[in-house]
């Protein structure tokens, strides 16, 4: 069984009460096989918020039914109010993400999952940085990593995410197109199927349709597809982008390379709910998160739901690491 280290997130957020929540359904044995990285005094409040009786222990070897802890201090902590955007807050939870990188890299946990982190909280702690994933490529060194969203009917991964509409077109090369196949074909060995079949969505409407709306699919994405298949990657494509995600759904595709944000996120987010699952690819170690964000309007009322988070340890449980 994979050892976890689910990180707190932002404080001020949900992400101690879904974690404390999805710690409260688990049997024993399941508890056994996390690590909770956070500051006691924010678990602990959300424990207490939910009525819950586990109890979260530093020790090395914890009393059964106890949740192993790892304690990382919030700067600040007592100051730290709920709801609200923080430096203090944004800090705590970059820490918390640093700890949980250097013990994956170490080989002391399998898998990170993370909570939900506020993008202009970690700015105004100085980091400024694209959330998660920006972290992520700081404390593994990587120079890109790759957004995956993961349901049970469908797995996207990106091109590129967090640009203009304008320039994800831009980002519409055979060198990036062939690049994100070779990571999706990676990601999905991770979650046990030896040979992914990748589907690559057009970019263009029709997939250009013979050059009448737009060159980008013939000129790139089909010499791509064609240089992976030469690698012996099961690829296929380019499909139109109002298709491919129908026929992923139905079986045809373990994964589908999506263009652009919104190409990728608007179905994925559609079919998979609460159980649309974050990961993020290309690094050297595991990771899944929440695909939601802090929620700063319901935080500390105990009425978050934790499936979301509930699904990301799943999917955490079912990978594979990486040899």
């Given at each position: 069984m994979n050892r976890i280290g689910i990180t707190m997130g932002d404080p001020s957020g949900i992400g101690p009460e879904v974690i404390c929540k999805a710690l409260s359904a688990m049997t024993p044995e399941e508890r056994s096989g996390v690590l909770v990285i956070g500051d006691r005094l924010f678990m602990d409040r959300a424990r207490d918020l939910i009525k819950s009786d586990f109890q979260f222990s530093c020790e090395e070897k914890p009393a059964d039914g106890d949740v192993p802890f790892l304690q990382v201090d919030a700067p600040n902590a007592a100051q730290i109010r709920p709801?609200?955007?923080?430096?203090?807050?944004?800090?705590?939870?970059?820490?918390?993400?640093?700890?949980?990188?250097?013990?994956?890299?170490?080989?002391?946990?399998?898998?990170?999952?993370?909570?939900?982190?506020?993008?202009?909280?970690?700015?105004?702690?100085?980091?400024?940085?694209?959330?998660?994933?920006?972290?992520?490529?700081?404390?593994?060194?990587?120079?890109?990593?790759?957004?995956?969203?993961?349901?049970?009917?469908?797995?996207?991964?990106?091109v590129s995410t967090h640009v203009s509409l304008a320039d994800a077109a831009k980002y519409c090369t055979k060198e990036t197109v062939l690049e994100t196949i070779r990571v999706a074909n990676e990601h999905v060995k991770t979650t046990g199927i030896a040979t992914p079949r990748v589907a690559i969505a057009g970019l263009n409407p029709h997939c250009g349709e013979n050059g009448h709306y737009g060159s980008e699919?013939?000129?790139?994405?089909?010499?791509?597809?064609?240089?992976?298949?030469?690698?012996?990657?099961?690829?296929?494509?380019?499909?139109?982008?109002?298709l491919v995600f129908e026929q992923a759904i139905a079986g045809k595709y373990?994964?589908?390379?999506?263009?652009?944000?919104?190409?990728?996120?608007?179905?994925?987010?559609?079919?998979?709910?609460?159980?649309?699952?974050?990961?993020t690819a290309g690094l050297p170690i595991l990771r899944t998160s929440v695909d939601h964000g802090t929620a700063f309007d319901i935080a500390w009322q105990g009425i978050a739901n934790p499936e979301n988070m509930q699904a990301a340890i799943t999917m955490a449980r079912r990978m594979k690491p990486l040899k």
């Open positions: 709801g609200e955007i923080q430096p203090d807050a944004g800090e705590a939870a970059c820490r918390c993400v640093k700890k949980a990188v250097e013990l994956a890299l170490a080989g002391e946990i399998d898998v990170v999952c993370t909570a939900s982190l506020h993008k202009t909280a970690l700015r105004e702690a100085g980091y400024n940085l694209s959330g998660h994933a920006g972290l992520l490529k700081l404390f593994t060194g990587v120079k890109k990593n790759f957004a995956v969203l993961a349901g049970p009917k469908l797995s996207v991964i990106h699919d013939d000129d790139y994405v089909v010499p791509a597809v064609a240089a992976a298949r030469a690698e012996g990657i099961e690829a296929i494509g380019p499909i139109p982008g109002d373990d994964i589908v390379v999506a263009q652009y944000h919104d190409q990728g996120h608007i179905p994925a987010k559609l079919i998979g709910g609460h159980e649309c699952v974050n990961i």
